[in-house]
Structures are given as C-alpha cells and as structure tokens.
C-alpha cells in the first residue's frame, strides 16, 4: 500500500490518523449507504439480494480495506480480529440502539419476519466453521492460499441464495405481529429522495469516489492500528477486535440507526445480519493478502475467543427473535441487556489474555 513507516510517528500522531481516517469513513460510508439503495432501486434487485450485495458489501468497504492492509503487513491477528471483533461489536450496537432509539418495547419484538431467524442461524453456521478451521489448522490450495476460506466464501454466496428464497416464502407467521405504519414505504421515500433526481451515470460515479474514500480511511485506520500496537505494548488482536472493529463499523452503526429511526426494524437486524456473514467471508481476500502462507495458520487464541463471543451473541438474539417480549427492561430488552454484559465480558477476558 504505501513504503510510510507509521512507527515513526509518535503515539498521538498515531492516535490523530486513526482519528481522522474514523471520521473519513464515517462520512462516506453514511453517503454510500444511500447511493447503494439508491442505484438499487435503479437495477430492479430484490430487497434481501440489494441489501446484502450493494448495501452489505458498501458498508464492509472499511473492513475490507483494514483486514487487506493488516495482511500486506502480515499482522494477521489484527487482520482477523478486526473481522471477529466486528461481528461482536455490531451485534452491540443493536442493543445500543435498542436503548436510544426503540421506543415502546423490545427491538426483537418488533421484527417477527422469520428470514431474520434464517439470517441467525447461517452466520452461527458460518462462524463455527471458522473456528474448527483455526482449531484444525489450513492446507495451501494454491500458491499461499487455503482451503478453509474459500469453503467460508462458498458458504457465504450459498447463504445468499437461501435467504433470497426463503424471503419469497409463507413458511410461517407469528401471533401477536406489533402493527407498523408502513416504516417499508416511509425508508423508500427517505432514502430515494435526494437520488431520483440525479442520473445513473452520476450515481455510480458518486458510488465509486465514495468507495475509494472509504478505502483510504480503512488504510489509514489499519496503518495507524498496527504502530499503535507495535508502539503501545497492547497486542494487535485487542486493538483489532475494539479500536479498529469500532471504527471500520461506523457505516453499519449510522444505516442501523437510520432503519430504526424510520420504523424498518425487520431492516435494520437483517442488516446487522448480513454484514456480520460477509465479514466472516473476508476471511478469503485476507487469506490472498497475506503472504506468509494460510492466513489461518498465524493467527491466535484470541480470534477463537471474538468468534466465540460472536456465536454467543447471536443466540441471544435469536432466543429474543423467537420469545418476542414486548416489555422492556430500563429501555432495553431483556435480549439486549444479555448481548451487552456478554460483550463487555469477552472483550473483558480479550484484554487479559492478550
């Protein structure tokens, strides 16, 4: 990426690029998130396939820049890590928002739409099969690369196609549905509104600058994070799984509260969801970046732990998706609270044994 040495800057200036490179990829992965569903409605896609292709892969943008940076550098426990932690630190984040902005009751309980359940169950799938490939160990395929992240790429394009079905399906309904004044029809006009007057041309060409904005912050992100643990003492899988999963999350954080704002609830956990799938997936462009041999083979214990405490968190959820309480715990439901003391706590024993 770039022959600068981070290291020699000092530890402030170190602090003040991961800063700034935070606040780039806030800016224009919130932008992104809006031309993605605007061009979306361009092409015709199905909700479920747009959003986990234009509006999954635009809001990963920063974790693929970072993940790709932290191989080329061959820190791989900040690389894989950032991916792990992310999907623990997302999943946070709907408590979070849980707490700020649901109003009259659990998040879980205002999303019954059972894809949600199937969302769950693909990324516990997804992230099991990652830990076994770290507990087992990873053969090369070709050249430097290993056999367990392309499975976890074929599972992630097979989940995909699954959930785009099962959308389409009356499998089944649950009793006692919270009514909700259209949130579908009002986040379609909120995020088409500025878009519909601009051509596709402009579109794609905005889609694209916010791209490569996204991805210098990344960069500038994953630089910074690697010298600040060189520099600090801290491991780089700490700083992966919180300073650098924070920040490459930003994007995820502002579109999940925009759903919520808007009454799209069922959107903004599938968008959680989704993301959290693709992360485990960029396990395989990590894999490519990394030029050590399987990317695998060199990272550690703590990555099993994040992954764990991912799989944890999701259950929760899902337990709250299918009890469905429709009371709150000091603005939070039951759900929640459990998702945020399970996160403290894994970040907690991350700390120490890292």
């Known amino acids: 990426m770039s022959t600068f040495d981070f290291t020699t800057l000092p530890i402030w200036g170190n602090a003040l690029v991961l800063t700034v490179g935070g606040i780039g990829v806030w800016l224009c992965g919130t932008r992104l998130a809006r031309l993605a569903d605007g061009i979306s409605a361009r092409t015709g896609l199905s909700r479920v396939l747009a959003g986990a292709l234009l509006l999954g ?39 979070v928002i849980d707490l700020w902005f649901v109003r009259k009751g659990p998040l879980t309980f205002f999303s019954p739409d059972p894809v949600l359940l199937l969302g769950g169950v693909l990324l516990i799938l997804q992230v099991a099969v990652s830990i076994a490939a770290i507990a087992a160990g990873d053969i090369t395929i070709v050249g430097h690369i290993g056999a367990w992240p392309i499975l976890l790429a074929i599972v992630y394009v ?3 196609y699954f959930m785009h079905g099962f959308s389409d399906r009356d499998t089944w309904t649950p009793a006692n549905a919270p009514e909700q004044s259209g949130p579908e029809e009002r986040e379609a006009t909120e995020s088409q509104g500025d878009e519909e007057t601009r051509s596709a041309l402009v579109l794609y060409g905005l889609f694209a600058a916010n791209c490569v904005g996204v991805l210098i912050g990344g960069w500038a992100v994953s630089s910074s994070a690697d010298a600040l643990s060189e520099q600090t003492g801290i491991g780089s899988g700490f700083i992966g799984a919180t300073l650098v999963a924070v920040t490459t999350s930003l994007p995820e954080i ?27 997936a960029l396990l395989l462009p990590s894999d490519l970046a990394f030029s050590e041999g399987p990317v695998i083979n060199a990272v550690d214990n703590s ?37 945020v003391l399970t996160y403290l706590a894994g970040v907690g024993l991350l700390y120490f044994i890292s």
Do not use: H
């Open 303 to 339: 990555a099993v732990l994040m992954a764990s405490v991912g799989i944890v968190m999701t259950t929760l959820y899902l337990w709250g998706l299918l009890e469905r309480r429709d009371k709150s715990v000091l603005r939070m439901g039951v759900d929640s609270w459990s998702v």
């Open 254 to 280: 502002s579109t999940t509260a925009g759903a919520v704002r808007l009454g799209a609830y069922t959107m903004a956990i599938s968008n959680i969801f989704g993301t959290n799938c693709l992360e485990v």
């Open 158 to 160: 097979a989940s995909l």
């Open 57 to 95: 892969v635009a809001t990963s943008l920063p974790e693929i820049a970072t993940t790709v940076t932290a191989s080329l550098l061959g820190n791989a426990p900040l690389a894989i890590n950032n991916l792990f932690g992310g999907v623990a630190m997302q999943l946070a984040v709907l408590a």
